[in-house]
């Protein structure tokens, strides 16, 4: 991908250091949650920061590209403002799913409130092939999707991770934003090797990488993005470097923001990781039949080697299922793929199962894998955030895990944009809004959740200090409506959270 811009090392923009990231040194660019910014009243430090030749990348959360509908029109075209009011060569989103249910379903929305992992399946990945052509479409810069953090398996599924991502670029020609740090997560949390991953997924199609920090409690690494980085995380960072050199790597933190000198300091660290890598003794590249393990890879290798003139094509001979391809030689990397070095989407270019077969790819096919990855997709979501039964084939304790730390990210994104309510309920908001949050799923974004979480409590005629039950209602009054819902009002409101709760 020669047309891939060198970024160098950045920073993640928040409001919250907006005069560190500023006044730290060495800092080549930046990256802002997409969502954050209005295109027209641009904050004064990234209108700064571009003034001096930063390059500022918008970073889409809320697309959800792996979920089972298509990319909300809306959402895509307000991604592609900020790209044009940023001037950015690109814009990022994740590999996952952010909501559920619906039309698809029959059923209610679901928003969780954070990023889940789409299943490494036929149906997953035909789905999300077609999500982001689509957004690619749409945009007015390439586009790179990332790898995120899991705390739970999908059971059945049919892909490595590296298998998945590979697949997906060569499919659709979308770059990747490697999170080295999610792949530590997923080797702490679901046993899979980086390096493995690494050697599978095309590394000459990475944007740019993320590196960031986190915890491990009872054995469960949560990708905290509060946390300094740790020496995991960089050995990620130099196993990746071994393999390319990323146009660009990035130090995120969301919470818990430490001094300038710390940002500094992991700045630096991440700065002479890339470069005793690049010192070390080069990684040999991944041959082309071990790169995904399978016949996926192989297939992918063979349709390669069919589109370049300088591959050799021996009538009768095979490779998996395929006439006409000789086989791959050991160790010997076949030129990619057209798509790879596009940001356009090849949607030409037909899909094959690991036996050789070609899938279907009319809109009835999708459709049909539409409609088995909402049903998936809405139980586990269902019983994450609304306490429904366990799907088949999930480990309940990591559900709990997940449910709990989704909890936990609705509290602290609560707090933050109603910073009010910790102040008029004290140390009982945090438990007060988890027990809300066990059995009333998210409906309309945070800001309604802290609404709607404010109305439950003067339902019940809490908080018990008068006082603070008069500055609650009076909070919710001049953010709600004119006067607190009728008895009659609370009663169906009651009975519709019970009828979900269950």
Same mark, same amino acid.
């Given at each position: 991908?020669?047309?891939? /811009?060198?970024?160098?090392?950045?920073?993640?923009?928040?409001?919250?250091?907006?005069?560190?990231?500023?006044?730290?040194?060495?800092?080549?660019?930046?990256?802002?949650?997409?969502?954050?910014?209005?295109?027209?009243?641009?904050?004064?430090?990234?209108?700064?920061?571009?003034?001096?030749?930063?390059?500022?990348?918008?970073?889409?959360?809320?697309?959800?590209?792996?979920?089972?509908?298509?990319?909300?029109?809306?959402?895509?075209?307000?991604?592609?403002?900020?790209?044009?009011?940023?001037? @950015?060569?690109?814009?990022?989103?994740?590999?996952?799913?952010?909501?559920?249910?619906?039309?698809?379903?029959?059923?209610?929305?679901?928003?969780?409130?954070?990023?889940?992992?789409?299943?490494?399946?036929?149906?997953?990945?035909?789905?999300?092939?077609?999500?982001?052509?689509?957004?690619?479409?749409?945009?007015?810069?390439?586009?790179?999707?990332?790898?995120?953090?899991?705390?739970?398996?999908?059971?059945?599924?049919?892909?490595?991770?590296?298998?998945?991502?590979?697949?997906?670029?060569?499919?659709?020609?979308?770059?990747?934003?490697?999170?080295?740090?999610?792949?530590?997560?997923?080797?702490?949390?679901?046993?899979?090797?980086?390096?493995?991953?690494?050697?599978?997924?095309?590394?000459?199609?990475?944007?740019?990488?993320?590196?960031?920090?986190?915890?491990?409690?009872?054995?469960?690494?949560?990708d905290t993005h509060a946390h300094p980085v740790t020496a995991p995380v960089l050995d990620v960072l130099a196993e990746l470097r071994a393999r390319v050199a990323p146009p660009g790597v990035l130090l995120e933190r969301d919470d818990d923001f430490p001094s300038a000198a710390e940002l500094a300091g992991e700045l630096t660290q991440i700065r002479e990781t890339v470069t005793a890598a690049a010192t070390a003794s080069p990684r040999p590249a991944a041959s082309a039949g071990s790169r995904a393990g399978d016949g996926v890879s192989e297939e992918r290798e063979a349709r390669a080697c069919l589109q370049s003139p300088a591959c050799p094509a021996t009538p009768g001979t095979h490779a998996r299922g395929v006439v006409g391809i000789t086989p791959v030689r050991p160790?010997?990397?076949?030129?990619? /793929?057209?798509?790879?070095?596009?940001?356009?989407?090849?949607?030409?270019?037909?899909?094959?199962?690991?036996?050789?077969?070609?899938?279907?790819?009319?809109?009835?096919?999708?459709?049909?894998?539409?409609?088995?990855?909402?049903? @998936?997709?809405?139980?586990?979501?269902?019983?994450?955030?609304?306490?429904?039964?366990?799907?088949?084939?999930?480990?309940?304790?990591?559900?709990?895990?997940?449910?709990?730390?989704?909890?936990?990210?609705?509290?602290?994104?609560?707090?933050?944009?109603?910073?009010?309510?910790?102040?008029?309920?004290?140390?009982?908001?945090?438990?007060?809004?988890?027990?809300?949050?066990?059995?009333?799923?998210?409906?309309?974004?945070?800001?309604?959740?802290?609404?709607?979480?404010?109305?439950?409590?003067?339902?019940?005629?809490?908080?018990?200090?008068?006082?603070?039950?008069?500055?609650?209602?009076?909070?919710?009054?001049?953010?709600?409506?004119?006067?607190? /819902?009728?008895?009659?009002?609370?009663?169906?409101?009651?009975?519709?959270?019970?009828?979900?709760?269950?």
């Open positions: 991908m020669n047309d891939t /811009p060198q970024l160098g090392i950045g920073i993640g923009w928040r409001p919250e250091i907006a005069d560190t990231v500023e006044a730290l040194s060495g800092v080549d660019w930046v990256e802002a949650v997409a969502e954050n910014l209005c295109p027209g009243h641009l904050p004064d430090s990234l209108v700064r920061l571009r003034e001096r030749g930063v390059t500022v990348v918008p970073h889409g959360v809320s697309l959800g590209l792996g979920g089972a509908d298509r990319p909300d029109a809306r959402r895509l075209a307000d991604l592609a403002e900020r790209a044009e009011a940023l001037g @950015s060569p690109l814009v990022t989103e994740h590999i996952a799913f952010v909501r559920a249910g619906g039309a698809l379903t029959a059923s209610p929305v679901l928003e969780a409130g954070h990023l889940l992992p789409v299943p490494r399946t036929r149906d997953a990945l035909h789905v999300l092939c077609e999500n982001i052509r689509i957004a690619q479409e749409s945009l007015p810069v390439p586009l790179a999707v990332e790898n995120i953090a899991a705390l739970i398996c999908w059971p059945d599924e049919e892909m490595s991770e590296g298998q998945f991502l590979a697949e997906l670029v060569e499919r659709t020609g979308v770059r990747l934003l490697i999170d080295v740090a999610n792949l530590h997560t997923n080797h702490v949390n679901r046993g899979e090797d980086p390096a493995k991953a690494l050697d599978e997924l095309p590394v000459e199609a990475i944007a740019y990488v993320h590196v960031a920090g986190g915890v491990e409690r009872d054995g469960v690494w949560h160790g010997h990397r076949q030129r990619r /793929p057209s798509a790879l070095r596009s940001h356009a989407p090849d949607a030409a270019r037909p899909a094959l199962r690991a036996d050789g077969a070609t899938l279907k790819t009319g809109p009835s096919d999708t459709d049909a894998a539409r409609g088995r990855l909402a049903l @998936s997709e809405a139980a586990l979501l269902s019983s994450l955030v609304a306490g429904t039964p366990v799907p088949e084939g999930f480990d309940p304790r990591r559900l709990r895990v997940q449910s709990r730390a989704l909890a936990a990210k609705r509290a602290g994104v609560v707090a933050k944009v109603a910073p009010e309510l910790p102040e008029i309920l004290g140390k009982g908001f945090r438990p007060a809004f988890l027990a809300y949050a066990g059995h009333t799923p998210m409906r309309a974004g945070y800001r309604r959740d802290a609404l709607d979480f404010a109305e439950s409590l003067l339902i019940e005629g809490r908080p018990e200090d008068s006082a603070a039950r008069r500055r609650l209602t009076l909070w919710w009054r001049e953010r709600a409506a004119a006067r607190p /819902p009728r008895r009659a009002t609370r009663l169906v409101r009651v009975a519709r959270a019970a009828l979900i709760g269950r």
